[in-house]
């Protein structure tokens, strides 16, 4: 690699044939923030920016063998790993990122497409916990997804959310941000072992729009291919996912996308200094950032 190269990150994923979340949207992200996306394809979904038919994955060896070879013939500075559609899928991956055990890896699973659990059968929660959620450098789910993932056997009595976060880290997680989406803000709270360790607040859009958490999910794992630290990283990818949602549009008859390239665009707010930011000194928690 040639010192003006960009920092790799390696994604895993789904193919989204709108752009709007999985893979498009990590090199959409990724692009936008200065890093080359490398992508291994873990299945693909037949759908529009209004609804999901259908979620095919593909086979764990294929997977793994792509994986292999483009680690093995670049530099990968970050991995960054979505959506899953199996259980046997989950080991594949594992099996592979664990040999990269000094390349920080950012989990962002999401159970969900357009609201329907099509992803979220006990098996696949399992290997998730077991196999994925140990080697984390940083886990990103909201509220659901983190008590799913600390007690993944559905006939099981669900844990309370503290205790949930606390059993992820006791596994062998280095951040958990946790996602909480009210009717008016989204509230993000990083934790490590030693607690709290930042909390963002920041406006909720009206629309509907899709990819948030890939879009987070690939912005921390640019920045912290960029050699940022993972509170820091957490805090500047807010800051774009934010701006990115201020700007979002709709291409279609459904959801609202990101537009991830949004400071290659003109703005009338921001030329007027009327668009707002996450505070660099806010006030209440530490590291607490409101909108």
Known sequence: MTGD??????????FDPTGGSGLQADLLTLASMGCHGATVLTGYAVRDSATCDEVTGLDPETVST???????????AAFKIGAATRA????????????????????????????????SADELRESLADLLVP??????????TLLQLAQPD??????????????ILAQGCEYVLAMETGTHRHVNTLYSEEGLVRQDTWERSVQRIMGLTDTLGSAVAALLANGQEPAEAAREAQEYVFQ????????GMGAYLPDRFFWARSNDADEEG??????????GLPGEARH
Do not use: K, N
């Open 66 to 76: 792509q994986a292999r070879m483009l680690l093995e013939d670049m530099p990968v």
């Open 88 to 119: 046997e899928l989950v080991s594949a991956i594992a099996e592979v990122v664990s040999d990269y055990d000094d390349v920080p890896l950012i989990l962002a699973p999401d159970f969900t497409l357009d609201d329907e659990h099509v992803l």
């Open 135 to 144: 080697q984390t450098t940083m886990l990103i789910a909201d509220h659901a």
């Open 5 to 14: 190269s960009p920092p790799i990150v390696l994604t895993f994923g789904l």
């Open 274 to 283: 009327e668009a707002s930011s996450l505070p660099d000194d806010p006030t």
């Open 244 to 251: 990115a949602a201020r700007a979002a549009f709709r291409p």
């Open 154 to 167: 559905s006939d099981a009595e669900s844990p309370t959310l503290d205790s949930a976060i606390s059993h």
